[in-house]
């Protein structure tokens, strides 16, 4: 069995089963622990499962997701759908618009598609710092206050008193998870949260921008509905009329 198969199988038992030992994945397989927990290094590494004691549990389970969690998974996975994701976005974006981008690697690809064009970007995020080109025809303004090292972003009262001077055609969010039945969103920050609604406030429309390994997964704070965003734009969805505002990007984009 090649390596990827095995690697489709293990997400798809440990996604059913909740938790799974290393024993009892290496007996189903029929290959070593060893080997078993290779795999399960390489699928947490790109935000697959998450590795414990004694074997892996799913993204997906009812626990809630702690900030370290989601720094492993932003950091690590689903880059090609998020790269979908931001590039789809950037379309709403023309000439003369001012944006508020917000921080996490769901919002950052989305620097490469919009840099070329006559705009001005805010943001609160080191990450769209560091992908901006000094060349590029769009403005940045950096908004500064307590900075958050695990997220390479700024919060707090000096953020949110430095965000409110700005006014916004499109506000472009990302979070931790979202759940489809509640209609919810959520962050694993209170204080990231203070930011985004600020930002979506200021907005004339706002975005939520997420990749499918987010969506039913709960985070420490449920900051706003579903309904609340212009529309949400995702890689893909076994639904795609549970969201009336959900944007789903077709195989060919």
């Not at 059913?16 to 290496?26: G, H, P, Q, V």
């Not at 789809?88 to 690809?109: M, N, Q, R, Y």
Request: with cysteine.
């Amino acid at each position: 069995m090649l390596a990827s198969e095995r690697f489709s199988i293990i997400v798809q038992i440990v996604n059913k089963r909740k938790f799974i030992s290393t024993k009892e994945l290496a007996t189903q397989l029929n290959v070593t622990e060893t080997t078993i927990r290779r795999d399960c290094e390489e699928l947490e590494k790109n935000g697959l499962i998450i590795r414990v004691h004694g074997g892996a549990k799913s993204i997906k389970t009812g626990n809630v997701l702690t900030n370290q969690q989601e720094k492993r998974m932003s950091e690590r996975g689903h880059l090609s759908q998020k790269d979908k994701v931001a590039k789809k976005a950037s379309e709403l974006v023309k000439d003369g618009d001012c944006v508020f981008l917000d921080g996490g690697t769901s919002i950052v690809p989305m620097v490469k598609y919009i840099k070329d064009k006559h705009i001005k970007i805010v943001t609160h995020s080191n990450l769209i710092l560091d992908e901006y080109i000094e060349n590029s025809n769009a403005e940045i303004f950096v908004i500064g206050g307590k900075y958050i090292p695990a997220y390479n972003m700024s919060v707090g009262p000096i953020t949110l008193h430095n965000l409110e001077q700005f006014n916004f055609d499109y506000a472009f969010v990302s979070c931790a998870g979202l759940d489809l039945e509640r209609k919810l969103v959520y962050t694993v920050e209170m204080e990231t949260m203070d930011v985004k609604r600020m930002a979506m406030k200021l907005a004339l429309k706002s975005y939520l921008l997420v990749d499918s390994s987010k969506l039913d997964v709960k985070g420490f704070c449920s900051f706003i509905n579903t309904d609340d965003f212009d529309a949400i734009i995702c890689d893909e969805i076994k639904d795609k009329e549970i969201l009336d505002n959900m944007i789903v990007i077709q195989e060919n984009e």
